[in-house]
């Protein structure tokens, strides 16, 4: 038996803007914003490329869709040394992050099977499994 333990999302401190913008065909959910909204964690990348200004910014938009994730600062998807506050690697995984009833206070709709719900096919997500 799986479990999921947590979702961990990537954000682009650069593209974040525009992403979250993103215009999507009638009926189809703008995955970036649902990503960030489903995260138990995002690692906000290339931080190297934004100053400290747009930084707390994107963070503050980040906080409007999920005021419940931990934000965690890092360069080339590296967390370890200068991500803010500092973490371990090992804090990313078996953290047990994932809740239920969060995603459902969210989404209603996440485990009806017959809800409509259609993905933006551009966009696509992995699973790493041990």
Do not use: W
């Amino acid at each position: 038996m799986y479990t999921l333990d947590s979702i961990i999302t990537v954000v682009d401190a650069k593209a974040v803007k525009l992403a979250l913008t993103v215009y999507c065909s009638e009926g189809v959910e703008n995955e970036y914003v649902e990503q960030v909204c489903f995260a138990d964690k995002i690692l906000l990348n290339k931080i190297d490329l934004s100053d400290e200004a747009k930084l707390t910014k994107i963070e503050a938009e980040l906080r409007k869709l999920n005021p419940t994730t931990t934000i965690l600062r890092c360069q080339h998807s590296k967390i370890s040394l200068i991500s803010t506050p500092r973490v371990s690697p090992k804090e990313l995984l078996n953290i047990g992050g994932f809740e239920l009833k969060r995603v459902l206070d969210f989404d209603p709709e996440f485990l009806d099977e017959y809800a409509e719900h259609e993905h933006d096919s551009t966009v696509s997500s992995v699973l790493i499994s041990f």
